[in-house]
């Protein structure tokens, strides 16, 4: 084990979780053993230093993992916060690890949930197979408990928006939106306060499936319509227009009976006016998941990029949404408006940085 090489004390007045996050024993363990893909620094308290213990990429033998692993256990190893696209990474695919890991921040698990849901997602719209959707809720589930536990995290899930041309960042991007929407809507009743919770978690899992699944049915139309950069002919709307019923038919065939999940598929095109698809639905007539699902879908394809045309603005894609009451639930919108200008009212906006 080689001694630490560099050796710094954090900036004065800053506290150490600023530039370094702790590595507990649980994330050690997310890592290669043999081969950390991060700086691995030790922590001298007597110094109140910090130094590089163990370079990334370089391979730890058995002796050495020991004492790393011990470390560990002794809360003196830090990573440098810098690093974290590469332990976000691998904090994704053990997700479960952000509802105990008390020293990521907000941003920080706002991006490992994007990561970890785009790659579930990608994978089940791939291969629309029972094992790849239980995979997606079990992703789902663990949001829910994140989210139930504190619904003023919801506000971080807006920072880690993407905006790849890509249909796992839509589907997450819109789950992100609709459910800060949904928590906002529903906060009048606070989750976590009183009683299991049960009932409130398995109704944002429902809202944030329907939400994460709406467009299912866009995987049976052909690539090269949507990908057509302009003047869709009327078979391609046609052909598009399908994707609602392509979607219901896969969730039926998958047994996904839950009425929420089915009211974002199929009413996620419908607009108050009667303008929409496939029913020409009005007003109430639509349901508040669909009407949900219809906001949040819009934003999310008004600020994703198109083979055409570049990202849209979000103050454009709210200002839009909030002109066309005719169309978009008034009350859905002011509440978008406000959860991307001020967070959730009544918690503290979340702090960008990392
Ligand atoms: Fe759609
Ligand atoms: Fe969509």
Redesign the pocket.
Known sequence: MPQPETSSAPPPGQPLSETYLQISPNILEIFPRFRPPVDIYLHDEALGRVGLLHGAGRRLGAEAQARVAGLAAEGRLFLLREDYHVYARHLSRKLGLVLVEDGLNPCEVAEIFSLALRDKVARFLDQPRREELDRLRGDIAILAEYLWADPCRVAVLTRALHRDHDPAVHAVNTLFIGIGLFVMLTSSAPAGAGGSGGAERTALSAMALGLAL??LG?TSVPRFITDKERYLLRRDRESIER?IEAGLRMIERLKVRDPVVRQCLEE??ERLDGSGYPRGLRGEAISLPGRLCAVA?TFAAMIGSRPHRGAGSPDEAVATLVHESRRYDRRLTGLLAALLDSGVPGCAMPRTGR
């Open positions: 709406h467009d866009m994707h996620h095109h879908d």
